[in-house]
């Protein structure tokens, strides 16, 4: 059936499921309902027959693009608040009386659930949701977030265990880990944008506390963004170090550790970068400056 056909009746029938998709991609229920008429809004003006098979699964599909351009439009990532001075982490809205948002809320740890969907990537938060909560195969998550089904598995899998509580990455390539944040200070110094966006994953997420902030520090989201904040100037007063044993930089002027970035590098791409300059944060980490 070409989507330009479909009947209003046939789009109903499936819109519970498309609010429940939204709804726990992107957190909110407004944006939900947003995101579901704007999925009824492009398959009306589409004649694409895209080869997808079923329905169900089409609409799906369409829907996870809409949450997941919404998800990577936010200016600043909802995680980078996890530090903010003990602001209180986010929550649903309260869905007193409407029995599809209750069922939807349902008890304690749905909500948890959705606080550590928000220290995710999108692409992350995506490829978990669509397949451990509504069973949809990674073949058919891949397209979306423009990865191998393999790669799409692993996204998954590392929000599957940050909800589980174990250790959230594999035991990383140090090695690989140091030349890639290396790699990445030399180009910002040399204000090469071209090579600094190579080295970042599309999704990237930039982080800053509470102290960072206050400094000037700012989050970010997405590859674009996050190379236009290191620039040349900022690059060159940084220095690579060991962070609590992992690839970091340091600005550390007169000899003072002032800030700390930390790095999450995952097949050979940054993932995320933690801005820390809480004074009290610092003196707990291990820091060694490295050679460069």
């Not at 349902?106 to 451990?132: C, I």
């Not at 550390?252 to 995320?272: K, N, Q, Y």
């Not at 820091?287 to 460069?292: K, P, Q, T």
Request: charged fraction near 30%; aromatic fraction near 4%; proline fraction near 5%.
């Amino acid at each position: 059936m070409e989507a330009h056909t479909l009947p209003a009746e046939r789009f109903e029938e499936h819109r519970p499921r498309l609010r429940a998709i939204a709804y726990r991609l992107l957190g909110s229920f407004d944006e939900a309902d947003d995101a579901v008429q704007e999925t009824r809004l492009r398959l009306s003006r589409s004649d694409d027959t895209e080869a997808t098979d079923g329905l169900d699964a089409r609409l799906t599909t369409v829907v996870a693009r809409v949450c997941l351009d919404l998800l990577r439009a936010r200016e600043t990532p909802r995680e980078d608040r996890w530090d903010a001075g003990g602001v209180e982490a986010p929550r649903p809205p309260d869905a007193a009386g409407d029995p599809d948002e209750q069922a939807l809320l349902g008890d304690s740890a749905e909500r948890a659930l959705l606080v550590v969907l928000d220290t995710v990537t999108p692409a992350e938060r995506l490829a978990f949701v669509l397949h451990d909560l509504f069973s949809v195969p990674f073949e058919e998550i891949a397209p979306i977030v423009d990865r191998p089904p393999a790669a799409t598995r692993q996204l998954a899998g590392r929000v599957r265990r940050r909800v589980q509580g174990t250790e959230e990455m594999p035991e990383p390539d140090l090695l690989r880990q140091h030349e890639v944040v290396t790699a990445f200070l030399a180009a910002a110094r040399n204000g090469d944008g071209d090579a600094v966006r190579a080295l970042l994953d599309a999704d990237v997420v930039l982080r800053a506390d509470a102290e960072a902030v206050r400094a000037g520090a700012t989050g970010a989201h997405g590859s674009q963004d996050v190379a236009k904040i290191f620039s040349g100037r900022a690059a060159r007063a940084a220095r690579i170090a060991r962070v609590d044993g992992a690839a970091g930089l340091v600005w550390a002027p007169g000899g003072e550790t002032r800030i700390v970035f930390g790095f999450t590098v995952l097949d050979d791409r940054i993932t995320s970068i933690d801005v820390l300059a809480d004074p009290g944060r610092l003196h707990r980490l291990e820091l060694e400056l490295l050679d460069e």
